[in-house]
């Protein structure tokens, strides 16, 4: 399975400058491709798909990414205003039409349903004010670690990296990140063999909470810990001042400067405390159930700012490659399922309760519930008839009807 471990490199001003010209080189080649494929993207659409044509004429045929490759790496760089291009790795450059393509996959499988999650939008032109740049390196580029600890990339030089942990194994590709703050980041992906761990009965179904980070079916309620409560109080009070500096100031980009700033120290926090709880529950239960797509639905009410603020897919992403290491399971549970309207004691549906209500009584068995862990408990109750199901264990797990 393949892992990703990110570091802070620290280039010298030289390193700097080289790797702007390679952040530059990549945009130049997106946007070339770009603006080759999306007109033909777009007069095609206009003719419907093949199966439910809405207008005459000829498809035009898409580029193909071994055909952009020649014209707008190899080809480019023969013409005086790309010759530059030459400076950059051609791995590089390779890697921007992989991503390319990549792009445009998402986009579509998207809008046809293949992929769930959020809707991803069309590949757009990438501009130098783009706050964060990205370039990548293959095996097959040739970057290596030296003896000296240090990240040598092709024609960027060797960059000294502040290693915060051991790399399990040789890294397979390093993408090289320039965030808002001005800083730089390696994050090498690796590709390691799981551990599997003693397995264990324990399972735990997880509510999103709006109160607590998150509730757990034992009746655990996780608070984020308060030094990431701290640097998300400063954070928005930092925002709160960019905003209030006039439009185009000198004020207004140190401003933002300094947004960027604690906006990555916030999210540095947030990651760590993310990984130690995901850590933790993945190896205590062998079963992981979650209700998380709700985050959606509540996204478009103006509960969105603290769902959004907690992080939540994040951490349900590293419960998910946390769990495929240790070979555990994460079941994820319909954001249909009325998890907080289920009596998890005797499976009766109680009906709607607004937000405001936190604590109510099952009108057919009487056991008063605490909304939260009700419905963390209740999560955990489908997430194991979804589990019985998937394993075909005719199971004696109590069926959630109504
Ligand atoms: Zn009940």
């Given at each position: 399975m ?7 490199i620290?280039?010298t001003i ?12 990549a945009?130049t080649?997106?946007?070339?491709a770009?603006r ?15 199966r439910?044509?809405?207008a ?19 080809e ?14 051609p791995?590089?450059l390779?890697?921007?039409?992989r ?12 809008k ?40 040598r ?20 590709s390093?993408?090289?990140?320039k ?12 590709e ?8 264990t009965?324990?399972d ?7 109160t ?37 100031s000198n ?14 120290h ?5 990651r ?13 239960n ?31 992403s590293?419960?998910?490659?946390k769990a495929i ?25 109680d009906?709607p ?9 099952c ?9 939260d ?8 109750f489908?997430?194991?008839r ?6 075909h ?10």
């Amino acid at each position: 399975m393949q892992l990703r471990y990110s570091f802070r490199i620290h280039p010298t001003i030289g390193q700097r400058v080289s790797l702007a010209r390679a952040f530059g080189c990549a945009r130049t080649v997106w946007n070339d491709a770009l603006r080759l494929v999306q007109p033909v993207k777009a007069a095609n659409k206009l003719l419907g798909n093949p199966r439910k044509r809405i207008a005459e004429g000829p498809y035009q045929r898409i580029p193909k990414s071994a055909d952009l490759s020649k014209l707008l790496i190899t080809e480019a760089k023969k013409a005086e205003e790309r010759a530059w291009l030459a400076d950059t790795s051609p791995v590089v450059l390779q890697q921007a039409l992989r991503d390319f393509d990549k792009a445009w996959a998402a986009h579509e499988d998207s809008k046809s349903g293949k992929r769930t999650g959020p809707q991803i939008e069309e590949p757009r032109f990438k501009s130098r004010k783009n706050n964060r740049q990205a370039i990548r390196f293959t095996a097959n580029a040739r970057f290596s670690i030296t003896g000296q600890d240090r990240l040598r990339l092709p024609k960027i030089g060797d960059v000294k990296v502040t290693w915060s942990r051991r790399l399990p194994s040789d890294p397979t590709s390093v993408t090289i990140i320039k965030d808002p703050a001005g800083r730089y980041w390696a994050s090498f992906v690796v590709e390691t063999e799981p551990q599997i761990l003693r397995e264990t009965l324990v399972d735990v179904g997880i509510d999103l909470g709006l109160t607590h980070f998150a509730i757990l079916s034992d009746g655990r309620k996780i608070d984020s810990p308060k030094f990431l409560r701290r640097a998300e109080k400063k954070l928005k009070k930092a925002q709160r001042q960019h905003d209030r500096k006039a439009k185009g100031s000198n004020n207004r980009a140190k401003a933002r400067v300094k947004v960027a700033k604690i906006h990555a120290h916030t999210a540095n926090a947030r990651r760590g405390f993310h990984h130690k709880l995901s850590t933790e529950i993945i190896g205590d239960n062998q079963a992981v159930y979650l209700e998380t797509l709700t985050v959606r639905g509540l996204a478009r009410t103006r509960m969105a700012k603290s769902v959004h603020d907690a992080g939540w897919s994040s951490f349900v992403s590293m419960l998910e490659y946390k769990a495929i290491k240790h070979g555990r399971t994460v079941i994820r549970v319909d954001r249909f399922f009325p998890s907080s309207q289920i009596c998890a004691d005797c499976g009766h549906r109680d009906g709607p309760k607004p937000l405001h209500v936190r604590t109510w009584t099952c009108t057919n068995c009487g056991t008063a519930h605490d909304r939260d862990v009700n419905a963390a408990r209740a999560v955990k109750f489908e997430g194991r008839r979804i589990r019985a199901a998937q394993q075909h264990i005719p199971g004696d797990v109590p069926a959630l009807t109504g």
